[in-house]
């Protein structure tokens, strides 16, 4: 009887879908052809393309289909004069010789004018199209800094190295924040349990960082090792991503640490299922959150099948609406999904001064496709590699890279700056960490407005003040719409232009100055610069 009730569920959730292959299979195409307007300037699709944004002048393309180029994507762009592409689904588009090409082999493309600016294009579109939920992710996220084990501890997550991790950052005046256990605490991938012969006391340990200020986050991901007891049982439930249509053999999908089957969240089952470990984890261990990693739309790709039978694409977005169970989160890969409480980290960058400029168009296309809770890559760099030799760390790059975090709406460490950095150097990042816990007030009222209204906390200057030749500004952003910060990202240099907005401006050096205007200032390593709107 079971199976009859499941085979009907299961025919009556893939119906809908399936309306959206007959287009398809009639060789239907949903197109939208768009003359661009001289100086327009547009944004949106893939986050970890915000350094190119914006688009309109160069050649441009981008199929979204069953790739969200290891980050967010949205099925959303945005115009500096208002207008506005929105598709249900993934879609391919390219700007070429002045013109937008849009189509989606799964839905219309809808398109419109909402007014005459960038933010009066991101009202309408939020509004209509991804309504903000309400709810904000922990406030703890934004009022204090975040610190992955990645960087110090590799694949050697460990009981004694962690709690020391803690120590070391409050015994160096770094304040107590969100501390991340990263990847290989687990048995195995999808046997969520802590390894015991590298936690002798888990919940001991957790009740230690509670007790030290922090909170509480795990690695998690969708895999489940082959030759684990666990495979086997969700292999008997069929509630694993299939070779076949009838669900009898698992795809086994290729990833960044191995070979690995993965969970079917279209079928009922397979989520109840992992949300179970989650919640377990959360009852017996007191964690209180989940980094949630690897959803990406590439391991979905390549002809496997699910329960529901979907494009690439959902899976990411079913995976990333795990998280809405649980304040404290972190993903790196979403689909859609905007306006809803889910931080959304910036990929792994490299530890370069290329890849630290591209924190800030990241965050800023980030907000404006309205995942209005961002939060940067780690300090310095996520490939730990870079850190394995001494020699090889730029402690110029980690200092810069911690005042470009310091007033986002998320800080985000791992490698522990105590044990690179020369004590100078490490007394401006710990300024750094507590210039964030200053602000926080503020932040944090920008994400309780960002949940009502779906607008971005950290704000690219073109959307606070449209048609002044900002379009291109991407080494500078807005903090709501008062605070304009101006980190310096270019090595061994000590200068740098600012361009200043209409109004009145006090600067974080007690200097005033009235905009519009272009000012050249002094940015020695200790300084971040920032001004505030009187």
């Known amino acids: 009887m079971n199976r009859i009730n499941n085979s009907m569920r299961k025919i009556l959730l893939g119906l809908s879908f399936l309306l959206l292959f007959v287009a398809s299979s009639q060789g239907d195409v949903f197109k939208k052809t768009i003359p661009l307007h001289p100086g327009e300037a547009w944004w949106g699709g893939a986050i970890v393309d915000g350094h190119e944004m914006p688009f309109g002048e160069d050649t441009y393309f981008l199929d979204l289909l069953g790739d969200t180029k290891g980050n967010q994507c949205q099925p959303l762009l945005l115009s500096s004069r208002g207008r506005y592409v929105w598709c249900e689904d993934p879609f391919r588009f390219e700007f070429r010789n002045g013109t937008l090409s849009v189509e989606s082999q799964f839905s219309d493309i809808r ?63 770094f304040p107590p924040g969100v501390l991340m256990i990263d990847d290989n605490w687990q048995e195995d991938y999808g046997v969520w349990e802590f390894k015991a012969e590298r936690f002798s006391d888990p919940k001991g340990m957790i009740q230690t960082l509670h007790d030290s200020g922090f909170k509480v986050m795990l690695w998690v991901c969708p895999f489940i090792s082959a030759d684990s007891p666990v495979y086997r049982e969700l292999k008997r439930k069929h509630v694993l991503m299939s070779e076949d249509e009838n669900q009898a053999v698992p795809a086994i999908v290729r990833w960044w640490n191995g070979a690995s089957a993965l969970l079917d969240l279209s079928n009922p089952e397979g989520e109840q299922w992992f949300v179970e470990q989650l919640d377990r984890l959360m009852k017996t261990y007191d964690v209180d959150g989940f980094k949630l990693d690897g959803g990406d739309a590439p391991y979905y790709a390549g002809g496997i099948h699910s329960y529901v039978e979907s494009h690439p694409n959902r899976h990411t977005e079913l995976f990333a609406r795990i998280g809405l169970r649980f304040p404290l989160n972190e993903y790196r890969a979403c689909w859609k999904l905007a306006g809803q409480p889910l931080v959304q980290r910036l990929r792994d960058k490299e530890h370069s001064w290329e890849d630290l400029q591209k924190l800030i168009p990241g965050i800023l296309a980030q907000g404006l496709v309205g995942y209005a809770y961002t939060c940067p890559d780690l300090i310095g760099g996520g490939e730990f590699l870079s850190f394995l030799n001494l020699d090889a760390v730029d402690q110029e790059l980690i200092v810069r890279s911690a005042q470009c975090h310091a007033l986002m709406p998320m800080m985000h460490f791992s490698v522990a700056p105590w044990r690179v950095l020369d004590p100078d150097k490490l007394e401006i990042c710990r300024k750094m960490a507590n210039l964030h816990v200053q602000f926080s007030d503020v932040i944090l009222k920008l994400a309780r407005h960002s949940s009502q209204t779906g607008e971005p906390i950290a704000r690219h200057m073109e959307y606070v003040f449209p048609h002044q030749g900002y379009e291109k500004i991407n080494d500078q952003f807005m903090v709501g719409d008062d605070i304009l910060v101006a980190p310096l990202l270019e090595k061994n240099t000590y200068k740098r232009t600012v361009l200043i907005p209409p109004g009145k401006w006090k600067g974080d050096d007690g200097s005033m100055v009235e905009g519009p205007c272009r000012i050249e200032i002094d940015v020695p390593l200790s300084r971040l610069p920032y001004y505030r709107r009187k």
């Open 111 to 173: 398109f419109g004018q909402a007014g005459d600016s960038v933010k009066d294009a991101f009202f309408y579109v939020s509004k209509t199209f991804f309504p903000p939920s309400g709810t904000l992710p922990a406030e703890i996220l934004f009022r204090r800094p975040l610190y992955n084990t990645w960087i110090e501890l590799m694949y050697d997550q460990n009981e004694k190295d962690i709690l020391q991790y803690a120590d070391d950052i409050i015994k160096n005046g």
